[in-house]
């Protein structure tokens, strides 16, 4: 069993940056790969970026790569997603995930586990 919890969202300027977090609790946290993922009002819930467990590759979606970038702490057993020239069309609640999968982070039937969500607005 894991539980996450994100922080880090707001209200931003386009252009600006926020840093997201997710804490997650369980001693297997290193096992797991870690998905971020945003849902806009009205659309479905997309794929933004994950890390593996065991290499720490690192994916995005082509909307946002160049622009943010995905770590993780397994020490502190977190993951950040750090958005850099942020658009209005990033708005959405953003949401971390855990997964057990070792392919296809990008669906979100590969993760078992998910936060409450936090929510992003960008301004223009």
Known sequence: QVQ??????????????????????G???????????RQAPGKER??????????????????????????????KTTVYLQMNSLKPEDTAVYYCAASSYTSSWDRPASYAYWGQGTQVTVSS
């Open 27 to 37: 001693r297997t946290f290193s096992t797991y790969a870690m998905g971020w993922f």
């Open 46 to 75: 997309e794929f933004v970026s994950s890390t593996g467990w065991r290499f720490g590759s690192t994916y995005y979606a082509d909307s946002v790569k160049g622009r943010f970038t995905i770590s993780r702490d397994n020490a």
């Open 4 to 25: 996450l919890v994100e922080s880090g969202g707001g209200l931003v300027q386009a252009g600006g940056s926020l840093r997201l977090s997710c804490a997650a609790s």
